[in-house]
């Protein structure tokens, strides 16, 4: 008779162990993969399904009250709420809508990590917590010259996202002389896919979407990189073997490209979110005023919000972009 041969106990185990210990090790890596891949077709959604809904507004400016005592003290500001109630609910279907003050009742978290998870901030509930700096300067065109502190409003969908709303009642449209992002910015969402349920980081589950010119909206939607590309670059060169702007986001990753001028403006309103902290570096767009090496482009001050026309060989900071 032929003797069976088969596994023992004792190498049953072994093989269950390390098949164990293989799976401890790289399913958290595939989970956070998916789980990525899953949250960025869902900003996308977002991003598709608010532009669409913007677009069908005659304007963004003008919605709601916002006024100051000679001391600068907010008296009235029903802004943000007026914007979501009476224009944005009309062309979008909204679940519940919470006011000022009320941010959490909309599952908006009350800390998120910045998009380096170095920093753990508090969740902006005005605008001059989103970014200090967009109140800076003679920028706007209210009566003292800067722009109103608004304070945020919120909203859920019925996709279940969490978003608040920082609003601009005095945006202007494309066609001023006055080329500061605080100018143009009318409406900046900040979102949360899954409300105040984790990780609540910028990057994963929460982003941002602007809208940017009181008529004839752009609706932009950026993804940042977590870093800036390593050295200064020129948006455009012919010098072979020279690195310019569109080639150092493909090193990077093949899923990175260089913003537009709207969204390099939404990433310096959105800038603390990101974490560039007190950047006052100027950053190179995609967005070309004329070809050539000798030609220009839109590049971006995140110190002032300044939007001007850079010579397409002059060497900036990039932070590229998901496609």
């Not at 032929?2 to 090790?25: D, R, S």
């Not at 945020?152 to 279940?160: D, I, K, Q, R, S």
């Not at 080329?179 to 982003?207: I, R, T, W």
Request: with cysteine.
């Amino acid at each position: 008779m032929k003797k069976k041969k088969g596994f023992t106990l004792a190498e049953i185990l072994i093989t269950l162990a390390i098949i164990g210990i293989v799976a401890a090790i790289t399913l958290p890596s595939l989970l956070v993969n998916v789980n990525e891949k899953a949250w960025d077709a869902q900003k996308k959604a977002l991003h598709a399904r608010l532009a669409q809904a913007i677009g069908q507004m005659n304007a963004l400016g003008g919605y709601g009250t916002y006024t100051e005592d000679e001391k600068g003290a907010a008296t009235a500001d029903t802004a943000a709420e007026s914007f979501i109630l009476d224009a944005l609910s009309k062309v979008y279907k909204i679940n519940n809508v919470c006011g000022p003050d009320k941010l959490s009742s909309c599952g908006i978290p009350s800390k998120i990590t910045t998009l380096d998870a170095v920093s753990e901030i508090n969740f902006p509930t005005k605008m001059k917590e989103l970014n200090a700096k967009l109140l800076n300067g003679n920028h706007y065109t209210d009566e003292d010259g800067d722009m109103a502190d608004t304070k945020a409003a919120a909203f859920e969908t019925v996709n279940g996202e969490s978003i608040a709303v920082f609003y601009n009642p005095l945006c202007s449209s494309d066609t001023t002389a006055n080329h500061y992002a605080q100018n143009k910015m009318c409406v900046n969402f900040v979102y949360d896919l899954n409300g105040a349920e984790g990780p609540n980081q910028v990057g994963k589950d929460v982003g941002f979407i602007t809208a940017f010119y009181n008529k004839s909206p752009v609706v932009v939607a950026p993804i940042p990189y977590s870093s800036n590309y390593t050295s200064t670059v020129p948006q455009y060169t012919e010098n072979a073997g020279t690195v310019d702007a569109q080639t150092a986001c493909k090193t990077m990753g093949e899923d990175l490209r260089l913003p537009d001028r709207d969204e390099i403006a939404s990433l310096f309103v959105n800038a603390p979110l990101i974490n560039l902290g007190e950047n006052t570096n100027s950053y190179c767009s995609g967005s070309v005023i004329s070809l050539g090496t000798s030609g220009f482009a839109w590049g971006q001050s995140l110190n002032n919000g300044n939007r001007y026309r850079d010579g397409r060989s002059t060497a900036r900071y990039v932070r590229c972009v998901k496609r």
